[in-house]
């Protein structure tokens, strides 16, 4: 699209759950190979999250031309140019997928001069679609969402974040788990759309990537939530996309009270940016 080009984020929004519907009917379908990614042995790839991401490639570029797609799976690096960005994690939860555990979606956010403007999160198992535009609110499968009210304290605390808290501020951790019951369904951008739909009160995350995070994210804060980064400042992306996010997604009570908390897990000498 030719810079300073003018777009129209609510058409863009209609028309994004309707394409991760249709991909992922059509490609969770098809037969699945696996292959190992890393040399831990604790994360996959398989041809799902290629076949999703090719697709994605294609149909996001014909959805807003001149945009540019940037997927994890062969992410080198954030486009620098002055093209919106739609930034994918073709499949949120791939162990999961492997393993059989019913949770894993699809995450699309579209980033224009390093804001995301609209986002969608597609909860393959369950047939539901999260979704968000920037200034116009949060979204289940269409319907402004409304946050569920219950008693119940969860926090989503990321197994890097755990193994943090308990090498360098085990107290805290003790303390949390006082204040918390833990849950960790293994996929981050499912995790903030709970959050913003109310199911769970807190996540934190040390390890999650920008294309873990972004969705979700604008759709917790769409939903009236705080976003932020407890190892940085919370406007904007301070790690980087491809960075660790050492994020923490809360209502703005909880994010105020905890956030120095997650903060202990970085050790010595380190702490939230000013």
């Not at 319907?143 to 360098?168: I, N, T």
């Not at 949390?176 to 849950?183: A, E, N, T, V």
């Not at 903030?192 to 995350?205: I, M, Q």
């Amino acid at each position: 699209m030719p810079p300073g080009a003018a777009i129209d984020a609510a058409a863009l929004h209609a028309a994004l759950p309707a394409l991760l519907e249709r991909i992922a009917a059509e490609i969770f379908a098809d037969p699945v190979e696996v292959a190992e990614k890393g040399d831990s042995g604790l994360d996959f790839v398989t041809s799902v999250d290629l076949a999703v991401q090719a697709r994605l490639e294609a149909e996001l570029a014909m959805l807003l031309p001149g945009s540019a797609v940037v997927g994890e799976e062969g992410f080198a690096g954030m486009d620098t140019s002055d093209r919106p960005v739609w930034l994918v994690d073709p499949l949120d939860g791939t162990v999961n997928f492997v393993a059989g555990l019913p949770a894993f979606a699809i995450a699309v956010v579209l980033v224009v001069s390093g804001a995301p403007v609209l986002a969608a999160v597609r909860d393959i198992v369950q047939g539901t679609t999260y979704s968000a535009i920037a200034g116009g609110g949060a979204f289940r499968d269409g319907a402004p969402m409304a946050r569920r009210g219950h008693g119940a304290r969860l926090a989503v605390l990321s197994s890097g974040l755990l193994a943090d808290l308990a090498a360098h501020s085990p107290e805290t951790l003790s303390r949390l788990l006082r204040s918390f019951k833990l849950r960790n369904l293994g996929s981050q951008a499912l995790h903030l759309c709970h959050a913003a739909a109310g199911h769970v009160s807190l996540v934190a995350s040390r390890e999650a990537r920008g294309w873990d995070d972004l969705a979700g994210a604008l759709i917790a804060r769409e939903a009236g939530l705080r976003y932020g980064h407890y190892a940085g400042s919370e406007q904007g992306i301070s790690p980087g996309i491809g960075a660790e996010q050492h994020s923490l997604c809360a209502p703005a009570d909880l994010f105020d009270t905890h956030v120095s908390d997650f903060a202990l897990s970085l050790g010595p000498r380190k702490g939230p940016t000013p």
